[in-house]
């Protein structure tokens, strides 16, 4: 099993970043230039996820938890055989906040290409979020 951790530090209120983040049929408005489209189906349980580089992912939502501001999803079908994945909002001063991105996978080989991704993922994030609190 391979892991990831992403931690990013980020000008904007932690009410502000969770609400993007709580609204979970809306990540390509979150990522823009990173995710192209999302839509939930299954009535909000599941969103369909593409992403810029033409991957497209189904995620199930495992949980909104508005307390502790964090968001878990796991990935289903596709290359992995196994993924979860959760994004969590924490206060970090006034005004600002760190948004940590977690994410256990296999097989562990794809691991490269998903670190890339959530790279990505992560200054897209940030741009966006920012450029709101702005």
Not at 19 to 28: E, L
Not at 44 to 53: D, K, M, Q
Not at 104 to 111: F, G, H, R, S, T
Request: overall charge neutral.
């Amino acid at each position: 099993m391979a892991t990831i951790r992403k931690d990013m530090a980020v000008a904007a209120s932690p009410e502000a970043a969770w609400a993007a983040f709580r609204d979970v049929g809306a990540v390509h408005r979150l990522a823009p230039g990173f995710v192209t489209d999302c839509h939930l189906v299954e009535d909000g349980a599941a969103r369909i996820v593409t992403f810029a580089n033409g991957m497209v992912a189904r995620e199930m939502i495992v949980d909104v938890d508005d307390a502790g501001r964090r968001l878990a999803y796991a990935v289903v079908g596709g290359r992995l055989t196994h993924h979860n994945a959760s994004f969590e909002v924490i206060a970090d001063g006034p005004g600002r906040c760190r948004v940590v991105w977690r994410a256990d996978l296999l097989p562990a080989e794809l691991k490269p290409a998903i670190d890339g991704m959530m790279a990505q993922g992560m200054l897209a994030m940030q741009r966006r979020l920012e450029s709101s609190a702005a």
